[in-house]
């Protein structure tokens, strides 16, 4: 049960809750505990001819007073114990996606979105289940088993008691042994949920890329072989658990069958009156109950341990970038100026045993200067932006903004300071208008949001659609082409208002003419400007230019400064990039004609 620790703030927290729902089920098991003492009142005075109309009417009243109070009773349990639990599922499932947020990009890149989507549906499910049904069992087992226990011995002495009592050693046997293959069981159900999860996820993202390639047979195959795994695992727990039931009911049935025979004897001698033998026929009968509940306690709890250990692998990650403690103010003035950023002899690596991404890599971004990056594919431009934003710490080295290191600044006034777009920008499943904003869909300034689409080149395209900037945009942003996602995420960038302005490849889908304008715009911001890409017409406008080269900087300076050393990567680069935009030009002329 240790791994239930993670969930006692809460229920320290509401432990009143609780303990009013537990008092409400004792009344309820104390006033069915009644019921067989009035049924034997009842047989008693049949039995000796002592029953009358007036005893008739007092037995009558008595069972329906101790009908209402099981009827308020488990109004009560019901609201206080699921209530909670439904709490303890609200409480759980936000701690745990809050630790989500928390944790950086080495963690997503070795959790898959399927299985961390089973933790916060089908685990905390699990809790809830065992911390609501499973505290009503296990109050009702303990309770009705010795209370029951005690009223038979009561009623009809300790001899009689025993022989009624007869499975009860049998019965604790077979549930204790169950245990722990119901717990082994229910993992490997839980495990291959997420597997599936995981599958239904990626099929789903990657639809339009299965039906490009024709491949739908080959998933379908996929799938079925997981969901099959699901099958067989669960049908394996099922027919454990199913043992439960009836191996009570038939030990149970065997002492009861023992216990009737053994009852008529007595009755027969005159040792045994019918009014006790019914009501210790109702207590075994009330016996079966709390034996079963034991071993739907121990199947709910095996189910909850699973599943809380489970989410405790996830609540004990550990993010490898953590936030400062005490976080060093960058701008100490009121007035929030321009912001300096300086890379030190940075060297970084994703793993010790992977080779370098960067080495010794430095530069300066003076105040409110353009700094563009160019390189090709896996040179390490998008790691030098990672590092920037703290995706990730460096190796060794240092990352300075207005002097002070980014790992001594708090994430609020890094990412307040610094906007970046990525290449492919997520969108999120709201209007155009809310995901320029990052809010609400009412939420923002709509005078602000215009502007940020005009500056990106997006305002046009908006204007176009039936609901303008309420258009809603699909999931992921699958109503919106590549060109306009990219705008969009500028545009979003721009709504930030940060004084650096950091874009990875994010003008790779828009058309020249495009391009050309929103760096116009670019130029006309009085911020700080990073630029990366593999295109030589969108750097060639910034202050200085870093050629990068298997993580190492070959070359640095302005467009001209640049193109100066003509066997450069950088110049031959532009000369290749010249002669395709110049023969492109060339075949749109042709076309033009022929049409």
């Known amino acids: 049960m240790r791994e239930y620790r993670t969930i006692f703030p809460f229920v320290r927290e509401n432990k009143w809750r609780y303990i009013f729902g537990i008092i409400a089920l004792l009344f309820v098991d104390a006033a069915n505990l009644l019921v067989p003492q009035v049924l034997k009142k009842f047989a008693d005075w049949a039995q000796f001819g002592e029953l009358t109309l007036e005893r008739t009417g007092q037995a009558a009243l008595a069972i329906l007073f101790l009908g209402l109070i099981v009827a308020a009773g488990r109004y009560f349990w019901r609201v206080y114990i699921f209530g909670t639990a439904r709490r303890l599922e609200y409480w759980l499932r936000d701690k745990l996606f809050k630790k989500y947020l928390s944790l950086d990009d080495s963690f997503f890149n070795k959790h898959r979105t399927g299985d961390l989507m089973a933790h916060v549906t089908n685990d905390v499910l699990m809790v809830r289940n065992s911390m609501g049904g499973g505290i009503i069992m296990i109050v009702d087992a303990v309770f009705m088993t010795l209370f029951t226990v005690f009223m038979m011995i ?14 009860l050693p049998f019965l604790t046997v077979v549930v204790f042994s169950m245990s722990k293959p119901l717990q082994r069981r229910s993992r490997a159900v839980q495990d291959t949920f997420s597997e599936l999860t995981t599958e239904v996820q990626e099929n789903v993202s990657g639809i339009n890329s299965i039906k ?31 043992l439960f039931d009836p191996l009570i009911q038939f030990i149970s049935g065997i002492a009861l069958v023992i216990f009737i025979l053994y009852g008529i004897r007595r ?49 004990t990650a550990e993010a490898k970038v953590k936030e400062a403690v005490s976080a060093v103010k960058i701008d100490e003035s009121e007035d929030e100026g321009p912001v300096r950023i300086e890379f030190r002899d940075v060297y970084y690596r994703y793993a010790d045993n992977l080779p370098w991404v960067l080495e010794g890599v430095s530069f300066t971004l003076e105040n409110n200067e353009s700094l563009a990056i160019l390189g090709r594919t896996g040179t390490g431009k ?14 060794s080295g240092q990352i300075l903004l207005n002097g002070v290191d980014v790992r001594d600044v708090s994430y609020e006034e890094l990412y307040s300071k610094i906007a970046f777009v990525e290449q492919e920008s997520f969108m999120f499943s709201r209007t155009i208008a809310g995901n320029i904003a990052f809010s609400g869909d009412d939420d923002y300034d709509p005078e602000k949001v215009r502007k940020a689409a005009e500056f990106s080149q997006l305002a046009h395209d908006i204007e176009a659609m039936p609901d303008k900037y309420k258009t809603w945009v699909g999931e992921r942003g699958v109503t919106l082409s590549g060109g306009q996602k990219q705008r969009l995420a500028i545009a979003r960038a721009y709504y930030q208002d940060a004084r650096v302005l950091v874009l990875d490849d994010s003008l790779s889908a828009v058309d020249t003419n495009t391009e050309k304008d929103i760096l116009n ?11 990366v890409s593999q295109r030589v017409s969108t750097v060639q406008r910034s202050d200085q230019i870093l050629v990068l080269e298997d993580g190492i900087i070959s070359q640095r300076g302005s467009h001209a400064e640049l193109l100066q050393d003509k066997d450069g990567f950088y110049a031959r680069l532009y000369q290749r990039q010249l002669l395709e935009s110049e023969l492109r030009e060339d075949r749109e002329e042709v076309q033009d004609g022929s049409d």
């Not at 009809?156 to 025993?162: D, H, I, L, P, R």
């Not at 001698?269 to 026929?281: M, N, P, Q, T, Y």
């Not at 709390?290 to 199947?299: D, E, H, Q, S, T």
């Open 154 to 167: 009561y009623t009809v002495g300790f001899q009689t008691a025993m022989v009624a009592l007869l499975a």
């Open 382 to 395: 998008s790691t030098i932006l990672k590092l920037l934003l703290r995706r990730y710490d460096v190796c």
């Open 521 to 531: 715009h670019l130029e006309e911001l009085e911020c700080g400007l990073i630029v």
């Open 267 to 315: 009755m027969l001698i005159g040792s045994l009156s019918l009014g006790d033998f019914v009501a210790v026929l109702n207590y075994v009968r009330m016996m079966v109950w709390p034996l079963i509940a034991i071993g739907m306690v121990v199947n709910s709890f095996q189910r909850g341990i699973a599943a809380m250990g489970r989410i405790n692998e996830i609540f």
């Open 212 to 242: 490009a390639f024709g491949i739908e047979e080959n998933r379908s195959e996929s799938f079925g072989e997981i969901n099959k795994d699901y099958q067989t695992k669960n049908m394996d727990m099922l027919r454990m658990s199913a």
